[in-house]
């Protein structure tokens, strides 16, 4: 659950100055909006809707890499502004598309590595704005998962949801006990619909795969599995129910944190109930105000209640924005919205504690080491340029003093160095870095001299004092070891290079060297010859349908003139391909 936003933002939640059910959209008006919200809605439509999104964006990505499309001339800033709006254009075709590819979108906003810097920031902007369904399916939905009726479960059920979203809705409720509570009910028809999609998508991330050029160097299937993962975990309300007591459970002990508790007994798979905790979203700024609550405290809190999740629990929220935080009267932070969580297991941990004493030391080599533990890099023949990115990051990032740094800054600057790269983060870590930013950007909302930097030194320092012990004891271990190998490996010299010396006499060595040169000359031609092939064969077929068509053969001429057209983009691809081997020489 999140918190309703002043303008009804479709999230899950409420607030206690902005509840509201005006502007929550309803099934009715939305029909003819959303194809996919339709009853008699067909599975070929919703190929053809997919396919025709996949192959317009394929389009707009091609043309961008060609000069001859910018209307007076290629500038940097026309490139520029056209991703921007193409950004625009594929968050609304997203929103257009539905339940899946909102959450897919949102999820590829973690993606700097995949997507250039003008998309991830558009589509971290993607929020549920979906129609709400009706009360009657919502009755059906929970009498089937719960076993009762709603009149039997409660005192009182509020028809009209408080929310509504791409996985479901919210409805405040009120048990018989006394106790209001909101309820959470997943969209119907929800999982038949991820089952379709996922299985074109599936078909897209084979495409993208195969790609001679998008599929280079990226694991889509890998990706696609990914995807699939966190989209099942995030319809599955039990799940979500267990992140929220585990979540509860790590701030227990701090009263300016406050989690809903879940009432299991009015739970399923596809219905979540829980503690109606209501409060003043974190970004209405005014509200907060008028409430009298200390701004600069609250965002020091957020701050502080994020740190804690990252460094001492190892479970964080994985989507903190405003939506999903609020203030109740008292002055405690309220979270909502379970169903995407972080871990941090305790390897990477180690591996991200190898990584701070690597930037500390302004050592790149273990800077590059520890991103490779990690699975942030991937190791390619050549490291060199990579580790000389890294070493030019180093010198400039320590220019300026810890608690004078912007998150934000240095999440663009990693983002620049890591698109098109050999860089790929994690989703543990750009979760972690959009988290920081988000919550960043709220401190200074609430705060104007907010500095996230200078409330996580603390907990940096006391990070690296308690690992303290443990590395500097580490690093006797670590000489004795190295002493051990170096002595073996001098020991050994004599005997390898004797056996060497051996091999090379009987001719067990190979030297093998490479010519990039003749290997592009040869590719050069080998294409060369296939075009010929090409040129020859849609010359035969252009004759031959000339002939017909002079010889009153019209539909056999018609047919004719169809098949040239796959040799035709043959051989146009194959010009595309010889014309970049042209500007490799």
């Known amino acids: 659950m999140t918190a309703l936003s002043e303008n009804a933002n479709n999230s899950f939640g409420y607030s206690t100055s902005t509840v509201t059910t005006a502007s929550v959209m309803r099934p009715e008006a939305a029909k003819s909006s959303y194809r996919w919200n339709r009853e008699n809605y067909s599975v070929n439509r919703r190929r053809f809707d997919i396919w025709r999104f996949v192959l317009l964006l394929l389009l707009k990505l091609t043309l961008n890499g060609k000069k001859w499309s910018y209307i007076g001339g290629y500038t940097e800033e026309k490139f520029t502004d056209r991703r921007k709006k193409q950004a625009v254009w594929i968050r609304e075709s997203l929103l257009e598309l539905g339940p899946t590819f909102i959450k897919v979108g949102q999820l590829f906003s973690t993606r700097a590595d ?59 409720a009120q048990l018989h006990s006394g106790e209001e509570v909101v309820v959470k009910v997943q969209r119907p028809g929800l999982k038949k619909l991820f089952t379709i999609d996922l299985d074109i998508l599936k078909r897209i991330a084979q495409y993208f795969q195969n790609h001679p050029k998008w599929g280079r160097g990226r694991d889509w299937l890998g990706i696609y599995a990914e995807c699939c993962r966190i989209l099942w975990l995030e319809t599955d309300y039990l799940n979500e129910g267990r992140n929220a007591d585990t979540f509860r459970r790590n701030f227990r002990a701090a009263d300016w944190v406050k989690v809903p508790r879940v009432y299991w007994r009015y739970t399923s798979p596809q219905v979540l109930t829980l503690e109606y ?118 010198d400039n990032f320590m220019d300026k003093p810890f608690e004078d740094q912007s998150v934000a800054a240095i999440s663009e600057d990693l983002y620049e160095i890591a698109y098109d790269q050999p860089f790929r983060f994690p989703a543990t870590f750009t979760f972690v870095m959009r988290a920081f930013s988000t919550l960043e950007g709220v401190g200074k909302g609430l705060d104007p001299d907010f500095n996230f930097m200078e409330v996580a030194q603390p907990f940096a320092i006391q990070l690296m004092t308690n690992d303290a012990g443990n590395y500097s004891s580490s690093i006797l271990d670590e000489l004795g070891r190295q002493a051990a190998q170096m002595s073996n490996t001098a020991l050994g010299l004599p005997r390898r290079l004797e056996d060497t010396l051996d091999k090379l006499e009987r001719g067990d060595i190979r030297v093998r060297v490479r010519s990039l040169e003749s290997e592009r000359t040869f590719r050069r031609l080998s294409a060369i010859q296939l075009g010929t092939n090409y040129t020859l064969f849609i010359c035969s077929l252009m004759i031959s349908a000339t002939l017909l068509f002079v010889h009153q053969y019209v539909t056999i001429a018609v047919v004719v003139l169809l098949v040239a057209i796959f040799p035709a983009w043959a051989l146009f691809r194959l010009l595309r391909q010889l014309d970049r081997l042209d500007r490799m020489f």
Not at 126 to 153: H, R
Not at 300 to 311: D, I, S
């Open 114 to 172: 995949l997507f250039p810097s003008e998309y991830v920031e558009e589509l971290s902007k993607l929020q549920d704005q979906v129609p709400a369904f009706t009360y009657e399916q919502v009755e059906k939905i929970i009498k089937a998962d719960l076993g009762k009726p709603i009149s039997k479960l409660f005192r009182s059920f509020d028809p009209s949801p408080i929310a509504a979203a791409s996985l479901g809705q919210v409805h405040k």
């Open 277 to 394: 905790l209501p409060g003043i979203k974190i970004s209405h700024y005014e509200a907060i105000e008028a409430a009298g609550l200390d701004r600069k405290l609250l965002a020091r809190l957020g701050a502080k209640a994020y740190l804690q999740q990252l460094l001492n629990d190892g479970f964080f929220h994985a989507d903190p924005h405003p939506g999903n935080i609020a203030v109740s009267p008292d002055g405690a932070l309220i979270f909502y919205d379970f169903g995407m969580m972080g871990k941090i297991t305790s390897n990477i941990r180690e591996d991200l504690m190898e990584t701070l004493f690597g930037i500390a030391e302004k050592n790149a080599e273990r800077v590059v080491n520890s991103l490779i533990a990690l699975g942030a890099l991937a190791p390619t023949n050549d490291m060199g340029p990579v580790r000389r990115s890294v070493q030019y990051m180093l």
